[in-house]
């Protein structure tokens, strides 16, 4: 049983920054691979950003050199730091758990717009 939060999204000007955040409970937080996906309006979910439970990271083409994922698991949370944003980069973004089944936060929106 876990659950996600995500916060931290919002609107912001190209070539601005946001982190948003993920916040989990439940007591298997720290052995899980996390994820974060972003979905635009009319398009699939796709995959941004990707950190195991030692710490080693994937990101998707698209962002590398911009974005960083991060966790601290004495917090419970996982983090993507998001920087030289583009409009491209408008979509909803949610947070994912990779356990025994698959957990899904509900979403916050990011807006990069002038």
């Known amino acids: 049983q876990v659950q996600l939060v995500e916060s931290g999204g919002g609107l912001v000007q190209p070539g601005g920054s946001l982190r948003l955040t993920c916040a989990a409970s439940?007591?298997?937080?720290?052995?899980?691979?996390m994820y974060w996906y972003r979905q635009a309006p009319g398009k699939q979910r796709d995959l941004v950003a990707a950190i195991t439970s030692g710490g080693s990271t994937n990101y998707a083409d698209s962002v590398k050199g911009r974005f960083t994922i991060s966790r601290d698991n004495a917090k419970n949370t996982v983090y993507l730091q998001m920087n030289s944003l583009k409009p491209e980069d408008t979509a909803v973004y949610y947070c994912?758990?990779?356990?025994?089944?698959?957990?899904w936060g509900q979403g916050t929106q990011v807006t990069v717009s002038s």
């Open positions: 994912k758990a990779d356990l025994r089944k698959p957990y």
């Open positions: 439940g007591t298997a937080f720290s052995i899980s691979t």
